[in-house]
């Protein structure tokens, strides 16, 4: 069968890359940093694209590309293929979508990465897992920062590309964020912030989140503490959720996401605790790891060419 997609995934670190057949099988996986700081971040990033695009052929020549898909990160709005703002990567208001047309002279579908990823989640991942079709869903991807994107009555809601910022809503107890902002669910919640302020108060330098797993499983009261504080801050976050949009389901993906059930059961717990009538939601773990976005590419180039996977 031809492989008929050439999809990205572009990221403030990495740039993924790959071959999709028809059906969304992925060829040839690539994960390269992504280059940055130059003048014109947003033409520097097409002609990365095109050479790795330029790669993927040479290494399957009979294999003729009919669409592009295309993931970014930062403030994307779909509808008018522009990469409005990326902090990481520079570039304000670009037109991306038009500019990879004209690089590969091919159909581009063009979205935001943490978006797509939840979309392909749903569709091929843990939404498919669950069985019916979820329509009301949150994708929350839990890293350095917290990314979310948000699914009502079966739709993505992007709000031309500034919401899901999850990460940067308050929680109680919250700190000073490098947004500018006070407060924000990041500063306690993502596996950076806990990483982080357990290395501040232990004074024990931890190169991750899964440190301080393993200290709090080996009975450190300090990985305790600030364990449970950053399980708090994102119950909190889900039981506004809960109150506001009432998803069915919440994929939690990203790095902390591979904390497994020392991360869900005492987040459903807290959950539960703070909802009474509401509808609460299964807390599930993502499933596609971190070739989602790449399958969240493949949704979008499949309908650049009015195809329906
Ligand atoms: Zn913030």
């Given at each position: 069968m031809n492989p008929p997609y050439l999809l990205f995934d572009v990221g403030g670190t990495d740039v993924k890359s790959a071959l999709a057949d028809d059906a969304g099988n992925l060829l040839g996986i690539r994960r390269v940093p992504t280059r940055r700081g130059t003048a014109n971040p947003a033409e520097t990033l097409i002609e990365q694209l095109h050479v790795l695009g330029a790669e993927l052929r040479a290494e399957t020549p009979l294999v003729r590309p009919e669409a592009v898909g295309l993931l970014v990160c930062g403030i994307v709005d779909e509808e008018r293929g522009?990469?409005?703002?990326?902090?990481?990567?520079?570039?304000?208001?670009?037109?991306l979508r038009d500019m990879a047309a004209r690089a590969f002279s091919l159909p581009v579908g063009f979205g935001h990465d943490v978006a797509m990823a939840g979309a392909a989640e749903l569709e091929f991942g843990a939404g498919a897992e669950?069985?019916?079709?979820?329509r009301n869903a949150v994708m929350l991807v839990i890293g350095t920062g917290i990314a979310a994107a948000l699914f009502i009555d079966g739709r993505p809601v992007s709000a031309g590309g500034y919401a899901g910022e999850l990460g940067h809503a308050a929680v109680p107890g919250g700190l000073d964020c490098p947004c500018g902002?006070?407060?924000?669910l990041e500063t306690l919640g993502s596996a950076g912030a806990i990483a982080k302020r357990y290395s501040q108060a232990s004074g024990t330098q931890v190169r991750g989140a899964r440190e301080v797993l393993k200290a709090m499983q080996s009975g450190d009261p300090t990985a305790a503490r600030i364990w449970d504080e950053a399980v708090e801050a994102i119950a909190f976050s889900i039981a506004q959720l809960s109150a506001c949009i009432a998803p069915e389901t919440v994929v939690i993906g990203g790095?902390?996401?591979?904390a497994g059930e020392a991360l869900l059961e005492p987040l459903r717990h807290s959950v539960r605790r703070r909802l009474s009538y509401h509808r609460e939601p299964l807390i599930v773990p993502a499933r596609?790891?971190?070739d989602a976005g790449l399958h969240g590419a493949f949704l979008k180039a499949s309908e650049a060419l009015g195809r329906k996977p």
């Open positions: 522009r990469g409005v703002f990326s902090a990481n990567l520079g570039w304000r208001d670009a037109p669950l069985g019916a079709k979820v902002a006070h407060g924000c790095g902390l996401a591979q596609l790891g971190g």
